[in-house]
């Protein structure tokens, strides 16, 4: 048995980690034929999972809290807590045309004025528990010139599917503005950056992002919308494999047994399930200075009670804005270790933060603005447990509120880390 503690302040939480004895997944996961390629691809992506968790996550989130901290000193903000959230615009020019960010992922490229020609400096700038990935930096550039996607097992170079199938590290940009519709999901390999900085690049109408037993991914300032289910079919998922594919779930990005992923700038809203869903031994990811709006379960991290082997995820959710009409699951928690910091919350129609299966939740310097309506100021919802399991759950806030009621059964909690229904 091993303790770990964090000091915020004159607070001291001790968390005690047992040593988990896990299994591997075992489901289908979509793949209509688990062959020995999709067999060993999991195999891999376990290995991985275990290699890529951190034991000592309260560094990790104490590491974030610095440079976040550091942002704010050298910019001169607030060094508090609330970090000013939501105050001031994420990133603006000071006197003399240099740039101006309380933002620390921000911060480490966008004052580079000479950004399209260091594209590659933004595998420097992720904090949190994707802090590790790199995506396609080792890589080459590659250009997507044509939004089509109507070759499913044979993508023609130049689209987007050929890219993100082939066996290497890519670092993929984008040619012009463009509108992709997606005729099945787009699965994703190890070792790629999908960087639409520049233009406008919409993934709309059609099936959304897979990231199924792969490593190290960056996702960044891509609109997703619209996303539908694909129906399923045969389907290149890499540069030497296809197989048949049953029907997708229709969220925006699937991150399913993957590792060292991180998802930063992205605009989602109206998929057919989830905007981002993380499952199924998922760890070491990063989801930052993203917008949602429009949807009824917005993130899902850990699919199943079943599910222990979520024991190992990490995840850290930054810098986001959660915005009009959404209802719930910003995120929902199963199992693992979520620290959600520095988010502006101003609508949400049933909670913003929820879980069951003894989650970690961390929240700090977050804004939530509970909705006008008196039945929807819920922020935080334990799901299907009795209170004798979730009195000890831990569940951790420094964030402000604002318009909640003053009734005693909707108070927020205070630091501690029993008896914590409501994120405060």
Excluded at 116 to 131: I, S, Y
Excluded at 297 to 324: P, W, Y
Aim: hydrophobic share 35%; with cysteine; glycine share 8%.
């Amino acid at each position: 048995m091993a303790f770990a503690y964090l000091n915020l302040g004159s607070y001291v939480i001790a968390f005690v980690s047992l040593s988990l004895a896990v299994v591997a997944p075992s489901v289908q996961a979509h793949v209509a034929v688990f062959d020995e390629y999709w067999t060993q691809r999991q195999t891999n992506a376990l290995r991985q999972t275990m290699e890529s968790y951190d034991p000592n996550p309260l560094n990790v989130t104490n590491h974030f809290n610095y440079h976040a901290s550091l942002a704010m000193e050298t910019t001169g903000g607030d060094n508090g807590t609330r970090r000013e959230l939501g105050e001031v615009k994420a990133g603006q020019k000071a006197r003399g045309g240099r740039f101006r960010s309380l933002n620390a992922i921000d911060k480490c490229w966008r004052g580079d004025k000479n950004w399209e020609k260091n594209r590659k400096k933004l595998a420097d700038c992720v904090l949190g528990f994707g802090l590790k990935t790199t995506g396609g930096k080792n890589g080459p550039i590659y250009v997507v010139t044509d939004a089509s996607d109507d070759d499913l097992l044979n993508p023609r170079p130049g689209t987007l599917r050929y890219a993100v199938t082939r066996d290497r590290p890519l670092w993929i940009i984008f040619a012009r503005t463009m509108v992709i519709k997606l005729q099945q999901e787009l699965m994703i390999t190890n070792d790629k950056t999908i960087d639409g900085r520049g233009v406008s690049v919409y993934i709309t109408g059609g099936a959304g992002f897979t990231l199924q037993y792969v490593k190290n991914v960056i996702i960044h300032n891509i609109h997703i919308k619209f996303i539908k289910r694909g129906l399923g079919g045969l389907i290149r998922d890499s540069e030497q494999h296809f197989g048949l594919r049953t029907i997708s779930d229709g969220d925006g990005i699937n991150i399913f047994g993957a590792t060292n992923i991180w998802v930063d700038h992205v605009s989602m809203r109206n998929c057919s399930d989830g905007l981002i869903d993380a499952i199924m031994g998922s760890t070491a990811i990063t989801i930052s200075n993203s917008h949602f709006t429009d949807h009824e379960e917005v993130m899902l991290f850990g699919a199943k009670n079943g599910d222990a082997f979520d024991k190992k995820m990490q995840i850290t959710v930054a810098f986001n804005h959660f915005g009009k009409r959404l209802n719930q699951r910003m995120p929902r928690v199963r199992y693992g270790m979520v620290h959600v910091v520095n988010n502006d919350y101003t609508h949400w129609e049933m909670y913003a933060i929820g879980g069951n299966m003894n989650p970690t939740i961390i929240s700090q310097g977050n804004r939530f603005i509970a909705p006008p309506k008196e039945d929807c100021k819920q922020v935080t919802k334990r799901e299907y447990t009795p209170y004798t399991e979730w009195k000890s759950w831990n569940w951790l806030s420094l964030s402000l509120m604002k318009n909640l009621p003053r009734m005693k059964h909707v108070s927020p909690f205070s630091l501690r880390t029993s008896r914590c229904g409501f994120l405060g």
